[in-house]
Structures are given as C-alpha cells and as structure tokens.
C-alpha cells in the first residue's frame, strides 16, 4: 500500500529565505507526483506536476525534483514571500488514476 | 476553459439526517470525477472515484455513497450522518492520467 510522508509538519521562517520541502513515498511504481498549496478552509491548488520520467519541474520561484528510485521529492522555494503562507500537500499518482495524499507541510513566512 | 462547482460552501446538520453534496464540471467531457475528504490536521483521504456515468469506485467503507447521474455532475450522499462524518470534503476532476484540479471544498459540520 503506498503511503506518503512530509517532512516538516510544520516550518517557520523569514521572509526572503530559501526553503526546502520534502516529500517521501513508499512504493516507487508512480506515474506521477503532483504538489499543491492549499490555503485555509480553500480548495486545492496545483502548482507543479512531474512525470516518472522526469527529474524536476520549475515554475517561477518554485523548483521540484523527482527521484523515483529512492521515492522521494523535494519542492524548493526561492526567495520566500509571506504571500507563500499556506499548507503544502504533495501527491503520488499510482494506478486507477487515483492520488495518494501526505499529510501536508504548514509554511509560515514572516514579514 | 473547465470549471469546477462544488456547494454548498459549508453545511451544518444534526446527526442522524441525510446529506448531498453536489459537484458539477463544466467545459470538458468524460472526466474523471472524485470526492476527498479532509480530517482536521490531516491529509485528504479518497473516498470515491468514477470514471464514468454511473460507475462509482468506493476506496474506505463508510456511511457514505456517491452517483454520478450525469457525465459533469457527482453527488455525495448520506442516508443518516454521524458525528464522524464531519470534515472538509473536496470534488475534484481530471483529464484521463493527468492532473486533478479541486473544487473549492465544503465544510461539513455535524453536531
């Protein structure tokens, strides 16, 4: 059964710094791995989707990297933004088009 | 371009009533359709998944159920709610083995 670990629960820091979330999942057969940000009591939004074959996908500030082999990903956040407060959720597509879900990293950035 | 509808926006009720949720996609064709639900500090937990009118895949059991009456529209549904069926619940679509994009989430209150 695959299951998904974020590692931190939680992280706190000051506006302007570089950050790094992680993500880890336990089954490698995925064919995708998708990040989201979800803002209090809102939907999911989707921010970067990589494909199994893929190493990393970049939009703006935002970096993530795909190791399938040790099952694992990282979302990197460049030059942090208060406007980045929110919780981030990372999920694996595995087969039946289903998506796994971990537990979430809530980020706080500080003016 | 797609869209998706999800009300009502939050609902309070009394354990023991019925429940429907309703989620209706607009600007695509044979989506695949999901419902989550999201516990409170916790990541989201598939609950269905359809991959066509009237298909309906269950992932947990529960006191839950879900129809899909038309191609754009899927209903969660309850005959008698508990007290632990209180959370978020969130419908969302993809195209076929591609991204899922969420609605804007119901937040279902029983006392």
């Known amino acids: 059964k695959q299951e998904v670990t974020q590692i931190p629960a939680a992280l706190s820091v000051p506006e302007g710094e570089n950050l790094v979330l992680n993500c880890s999942f336990t089954?490698?057969?995925?064919?995708?791995l998708q990040w989201f940000r979800q803002d209090p009591g809102k939907g999911l939004t989707s921010l970067l989707l990589?494909?199994?074959?893929?190493r990393e996908q970049t939009s703006g500030r935002l970096n993530a990297s795909l190791d399938k082999s040790s099952g694992r990903s990282t979302l990197y956040i460049a030059a942090s933004q208060p406007g980045d407060s929110a919780t981030y959720l990372c999920?694996?597509?595995?087969?039946?088009?289903?998506?796994?879900f971990g537990a979430g990293t809530i980020l706080r950035v500080k003016s | 371009s797609q869209t998706i509808h999800q009300w009502p926006a939050t609902l309070v009720q009394p354990v023991g009533s019925p429940l429907s949720l309703e989620c209706t996609v607009e600007?695509?064709?044979?989506?695949?359709l999901y419902w989550y639900r999201q516990a409170a500090g916790r990541g989201l937990q598939l609950l269905f998944y359809?991959?066509?009118?009237?298909?309906i895949s269950s992932e947990v059991p529960q006191n839950l159920s879900a129809s899909r009456p038309q191609d754009r529209q899927f209903i969660l549904s309850s005959k008698k709610l508990l007290l632990s069926d209180s959370g978020f619940y969130l419908c969302?679509?993809?195209?076929?083995?591609?991204?899922?994009?969420f609605g804007a989430g119901t937040r279902l209150s029983v006392l």
């Open positions: 969302a679509w993809s195209p076929l083995g591609n991204i899922q994009y």
């Open positions: 990589i494909q199994s074959s893929q």
């Open positions: 089954d490698s057969a995925i064919y995708n």
């Open positions: 359809s991959v066509g009118i009237g298909q």
């Open positions: 999920a694996v597509r595995v087969y039946g088009n289903k998506l796994v």
């Open positions: 600007g695509t064709s044979n989506p695949n």
